[in-house]
Each structure stands twice: as C-alpha cells, then as structure tokens.
C-alpha cells in the first residue's frame, strides 16, 4: 500500500492505536512530501493479513526503530576563542514525541536528522539508474534488499568481490533481522561514500565490550557536554596516549601475539577495513549479528576506567560497577565476562555491536597500522595509500589496529564515530521506548551522576586528559599551526632556483668532506 513509505513513519502512525487513524497519517504525510528515503526497510503490503504484528500492535517495544545511528558531531571542549575555563557540561535530554504526531513533520526530520551531509537524500532518479538490489522477503513479508551505487566510489568498494549488493544479501540471512542488516549495510556504504573524500573507513564488531564503551561514552557526555545521541566510545582517557606513537604501539609487547595485555588494549582496537573484509578475524557481514569478542579483563578495565575518572577508591566503586552490570543484563547488553556474579552468557538478545569509524585521511598513518591477527604487523608503508587506492597492493581487505586517541573522536573534523547493532529494538530510540538504547543512557546516567556529579567537570577534564583547559588549548593551537605549516611547505611548487640551491648545497658538502680527507 505504502511501499516507499519511510520506516519510522509508519511505526510513529501505528502509534495512534487505530489503524484506519494510521493509514490516513501515512497517507497525508506522503501527500504533502514527494521525495522519500529511499533506504528504510519496506513492507509488501500495510493489512493486517501481512503487515508483521510488530507495527500492527502499539507494542514500542518489538517495533524495529530504524534510526539514524548517532554521530559523533560536537567538537572537543576548549576553544580557542573563548576562556576554557568556562566551558560547561550541558544536559542534554531526549525530547519525546507525543503521540498524536505530525507524521509530515517526520518524513522532514529524517531527511535533515543525519549530519554527513545529507547521506540519505539521493535522488531517486540515480538510484534507479546507477544502483544494483537484489529483493528477497522474509517469512513476514519485509522486503530484504541492498541498494547500491556502484558509480560513487567508496572504501569498502575497492574490496575485489564479485557484487556488492549480492554479496551482503548472501550473508545477513532470511528472516526479519536480515531486513533491518540489509538497511544498515546500505546506509554504511552510502556513508562511506559521502565522506570519501576526506577520511578512512574501519569497521569495529564486538560484543562483551559494550558496557565499558557506553560508561566511556557517559563519562565524555559529562566532561564535554556531549549529547545523548553521542556514540559507544572506546576509550576516553587521553592522557594514556599523551606521547604514544603509533610506532610506539606497533613495537610493544602487545603486538607481538600479546593482543589481551592491559597496557595494549587501553590503547587499540582492533577494526576491518572494509564491509568485505573476509580476510580479517571479524568480518563484518559475519558478525553483525553476533559481534565479536577475545578474551579481555573487562571488569578490571571497567573499574579502572571508574577509579581513574572518578578518584574514587576501588572499594566504594565496587557497588557502582555491580549497578552497572545489572543494568547491562537487563537490557540484554554481554554482562558474562565482568565478574563471577553469574551473569549468562548468552544474552537474550542479539549482542552483536558495530562502529563504523571514520578517521580524517590526514591522521590516519599516526593512528592506525595494518596487521594480522594478535595484533601482529604488516610491513605497510602507508596505511592512508593503502585504502585510498594509491598504492595498489596489498588488496583493501584485511584488518588493522588503532590507537585510539579520545580526542580525536571528540572533534568531527578529525574523526566521526557511527553506532549499529543487531538488536534493532536497542539502535537509537527514545527514552520512552522500552529496551531503546536511549532509554539504556538514562539509566546508566542515574548510576553514574551521583559520583560524576561530585567532580566538577574543569576537574574531570584535567582528570581525564592530563591538561587543564587552557593548556589543551595551547596544545591544540599549536599542532594545527604545525601541521597547517606542514601542508603549506608540502603543497608549494618545486621552482628551478630550488633544485639549483639543493644541488649547490650538495656539490659544497662533498668538497668539504673531500679536503678533510
């Protein structure tokens, strides 16, 4: 009935309880706007014979949310234009929609919600002719498709295989899940694609680690009034990586099938290069379901992490750590592998989590180095050649390790961080959705606020960063300076007078060294 509706428009109208009510809200909504986007799942046909009981029932909870997934879009605290010292956190709530909604005023916002650039406004006309999809439906009618521009270059395009799209219908299986993969594998490409230009692309699966990346990514909403839509955060102590190189990182113990070490893991993570990298130990198209996990101790991670940011002792955080784990289970997050407090195993839901990491082409060979499993390195002489298709060999497949400096992913001019995961009822959300991952970040913040809340965020910065904010300011001021130097002298024209004085200069040297022999 309505097959280019966009998904979160009928799950808002199934929301009014009626479905006469909704289809004639989705009908208005289309009336009044006649572009759409054109990557949401579609259904087949919107009766109640069909339509999967997830939109038929006003039951938030088993509706598949097919959100934008939240982008790292905040520069980093202390600017240069103003004192840092005045920089405060912001609280920075979810606004709910009411029931009765506005379902015109939906199909706007999702096509302004995403920040890069637009990613999901192509024209239609282009994608008909330029795209390759292949449609497939589940048991329940949901449309299990790819669309792929295959004339607008992107990273994980450059992976030798034979279709793309085919490719990821071969692998996110036949059931309903594998319509809400299909979507997100689309919206990553199309992401890749728009920010090809100017960054690198790694993919990072995983699963247990979960819960220490959304107390990371908490920790950062407070000392940088981050906002509730900022991502999962690997790691947020900066000053561990003050001075660490990415030769430092490579040469250590770590990588030297010592991957699990603590000093290493606090540093790295282990990421793809591409959707297609089946030659990597986590391909993502095989582990979105599932994500991916080595053996890691995540509980002393974690309170490392709540001591270090917090002052805290060990003994007073162990409550704090435990309200924690709790909160991981119930919301079907891995909590097995914390501690030895029984927690299962095997989540009941799907655990599979990813980030698709962006890194600005200028950072990329001072962050990232390519390996083999454990962390082990590849000889590669620029990892930035490597996946831009400078340097042609080796193949864009594989994986690579990153140091994972905070600072960098606080700043989206540097680095941007996109979130997806399996479980479709925990991508984004509101807070009023039960299971959402934005109803998970309220929790989680009535766990850490009391001991947050205690330090005043100038502190927690210094805290975590090593610096106050005014010394990060310099600091910050005089990289950029150096390195728009840098690209000045790189980018001046080689004149003759050059090459001559460099060739005088040379011919000097050799008489010299001749006469002291």
Known sequence: MFPKAPMKLITEAAKCGDF???????????????STISSEVQLSAVTEATLPEAVVRVDETKTPNIKEPELCVDPIAAPTDSPPSTIQAKPHDFVCEDVHVNASDILREDRIDCKAEGILNNDSKNRVSNSTSTVTRSQDGWEIKCDVDVFRPCQSMRTKIDGFAKTVLQHVGTDNTAAFAAVCFEQMLQREQELENDFCVFYHSY??????????????????????????????????????????????????HHDCLPEFWQLEICASVTLFAFESEAPPLDCFRHGYGISAPLGQLTMDLLVEATGRSRESSQSTLKALLNLASQYGLVAHGYDSGGYSS???????????????????????????PFGVPIDTPSVKRWLTGEDSTPAVDGQVRILMRPEVFLDESRGRIFHYCADWEFLGGSPDMQGSR?????????????????????????????????????RNWREKASAAARAKAKSRPVLKSDVAREEGNSTMNGSKKKGKR
Do not use: C, W
């Open 20 to 34: 006469d009510a909704a289809v004639e809200l989705i009908r208005e909504a289309i009336g009044e706007i006649h």
């Open 207 to 256: 699963n247990a680690a979960a819960l220490i990346y959304e107390v990371e990514s908490e920790i950062a909403r407070y000392a940088f009034g981050k906002d509730d839509k900022f991502p999962p955060l690997p790691r947020i102590i900066q000053k561990h990586f003050n001075g660490v190189t990415i030769d430092d990182l490579r040469n250590s113990e770590g990588a030297k």
């Open 346 to 372: 095997q989540p009941n839901r799907l655990g599979g989590q990813m980030l698709q990491v962006f890194i600005h082409r200028d950072e990329v060979d001072d962050m990232v180095y390519h390996s083999l």
């Open 438 to 474: 934005a109803a998970f970040v309220q929790e989680i913040r009535k766990i850490l606020e009391p001991v947050l809340s205690q330090i005043p965020a100038d502190e927690l910065r210094k805290r975590l960063t090593g610096e106050s904010d005014t010394q990060r300011a310099a």
